[in-house]
């Protein structure tokens, strides 16, 4: 009779002790979901902004692309301009020394 309520005791605690057992990895088990779960969620709102910031960034850099063309057609108005503009100096030179020829000859005359 001692052997059987030993055997009962410890089947009882042995049964006791899987089941907390079990309940606890249970537990851990849910928890390690949940924490993937979050995880997932983080992930894609991540990929969301990474995606949105991707598209900024494309945006960004086609705008770029539009200013370096403005940039180097303006650099190429700039050099036309400095082109006429020198040359209008010159043309004003030789005016002006035409002017002075013409008033040295006037004197001359008077």
């Known amino acids: ?3 059987e309520w ?3 005791t410890v089947v009882f605690v042995v049964a006791l002790f899987l089941m907390v057992k079990m309940l606890y990895y249970k537990n851990m088990n849910v928890k390690e979901s949940r ?3 979050m995880l997932k969620l983080t992930i894609q709102e991540a990929e969301l902004v990474i995606r949105k ?3 900024q960034l494309q945006r960004a850099l086609g705008n770029i692309d539009i200013l370096t063309d403005e940039l180097s057609k303006l650099r190429g108005d700039q050099k036309v ?3 006429r503009n020198s040359q209008h100096r ?4 030789q005016l ?13 005359l008077l």
């Open 35 to 37: 924490s993937n779960e």
């Open 6 to 8: 030993t055997l009962l």
């Open 81 to 83: 301009l400095k082109q």
């Open 1 to 3: 009779m001692f052997f």
């Open 90 to 93: 010159l043309e004003a030179d």
């Open 96 to 108: 002006r020394q035409k002017i002075k020829d013409l008033e040295s000859r006037i004197d001359a």
């Open 53 to 55: 910031y991707q598209i």
